[in-house]
Each structure stands twice: as C-alpha cells, then as structure tokens.
C-alpha cells in the first residue's frame, strides 16, 4: 500500500504564553496489526520530514510504501495509524494529536487509482480538536481478497462524504 502524507490544517498551538514555541509538525504513520511476514514482530513506523514553514497548516507530500497481506483486510480491526508531533529544539517531540484510518475506509481500489481521505485529528485524551490530517492511499501490487463490511470495525471514524468520482471517491473524519 502506497500512503502520502498530503498535508494538515488548522492545528492548534500547543501554547500561547510568551514562551510559546513555532509549530515544526511531522506525522507518524503505523499499520496495526503489523505484517507477520515481517521478521521482528513489532509495528514498523514511517515518519514524515517536519515541516518548518507551514505552521498551522503544514504540508509534506511524502510517500510511504507499506507492506500489508491479506490478512490486514480480513480483520475488521485493522487500521492505519497517524501520529501528529511538532518538533521542539529543546524537550524533543511533543504530540499534538492522533487519528486513525479504519480497514473498512480504505477497501480495495483498482489498481492505479488514489482514495483521498481526510480525518479529524483528536487530542491525547480522545477529545477532538479543529486540526484535520489529508491523505492520498494506493494499493499497489496486492492480490484482492472479499471483505465483509462491518459498520462497527470503527466506532471513532464515520463517513461524512462519498464522492464516487475516480479521483475524489471517500473522506471520513474521526469523532
């Protein structure tokens, strides 16, 4: 599976003191479960470059080739996870909220065309925040397997808009 980190909007300083510091965003992405084909049995995580300029609104277009089998669309469970941290000069990386991409967001595409998602990133403590992360996924090379949908493979994400245009076909945003 292909993943690009298109971009993020409206995010929330973590601060507004006199001691409050830039936003350097970057995004972490993790497929759960991992791939068992993998040989050490732990999630492999993929991480964006920070972006120094965007600020509020940052922009990467980075892209992640993620090794899935099967078996992540079998189970009902299975989800991408993004992690958003800004990078600070002094205490290290802070995280500045979190979405998840349910298995059942991203089904099965023809190969060669894109699914662009948009999520509502939620703070650590689950509540939401005016922060919205955009992505672009692929599936690239992968043999395709039924899945049977199930309304409750995520109780956090629901659709709010489905465009059946070849480009444009799904965005979500977390609650």
Not at 41 to 48: G, L, N, P
Not at 71 to 87: D, E, P
Request: hydrophobic content about 35%; charged content about 15%.
């Amino acid at each position: 599976m292909e993943i690009t980190v298109i971009s993020a909007q409206g995010l929330k300083k973590t601060s507004s003191g006199p001691f409050s510091h830039r936003l350097r965003p970057f995004i972490t992405i993790t497929a759960y479960p991992p791939n068992p084909h993998n040989s050490n049995e732990k999630c492999q995580m993929y991480r964006t470059r920070v972006d120094d300029q965007g600020g509020v609104n940052p922009t990467w277009g980075d892209k992640f080739h993620v090794p899935i089998d099967t078996a992540f669309f079998q189970n009902r469970y299975s989800c991408i996870y993004v992690h958003l941290y800004t990078k600070r000069l002094i205490t290290g990386q802070v995280q500045l909220g979190w979405c998840q991409v349910p298995v059942t967001d991203i089904g099965f595409l023809p190969e060669g065309s894109v699914k662009y998602l948009s999520y509502r990133i939620l703070a650590r403590d689950g509540t939401r925040t005016p922060g919205v992360v955009n992505l672009a996924i692929r599936l690239t090379s992968f043999q395709q397997v039924a899945v049977l949908p199930d309304s409750r493979a995520s109780a956090e994400c629901k659709t709010v808009i489905g465009i059946p245009v070849t480009m444009f076909s799904h965005t979500s945003i977390c609650q």
